[in-house]
């Protein structure tokens, strides 16, 4: 199987604190992100205030299963209300071919 990128743009809700938002995503990272199976990075972008989360994971599936378990999981829901919610876009791709420096 191909592995997955899981591209999330949004921007940060009204009156939230950058830091206290980089905190709680290194506590995600931490405590649920680091534990789910096929997770492999989680690069964090920002271009003034559009942020971006690329996510990769070793097949889709191992993403859409993290994705139904950080419903219910209280780290997680920390993450979430720094969202303002109705500027989430959220895209699963298959990494259909990758290029690298020598290759």
Avoid at 4 to 19: R, T
Avoid at 20 to 46: C, N
Avoid at 52 to 75: H, Y
Wanted: charged share 25%; glycine share 4%; proline share 2%.
């Amino acid at each position: 199987m191909s592995k997955a990128v899981m591209f999330i743009s949004f921007n940060l809700a009204e009156g939230a604190s950058v830091p206290d938002f980089l905190r709680t995503a290194e506590k995600v990272h931490r405590e649920f992100m680091s534990k789910q199976k096929g997770y492999i990075s989680w690069p964090q972008l920002v271009e003034g205030d559009t942020w971006a989360d690329l996510v990769m994971w070793e097949t889709k599936e191992n993403a859409e299963n993290a994705m139904e378990a950080s419903g219910t999981d209280a780290v997680s829901h920390e993450f979430f209300v720094f969202l303002d919610q109705e500027s989430v876009k959220m895209h699963l791709f298959s990494v259909e071919r990758t290029y690298q420096l020598g290759t």
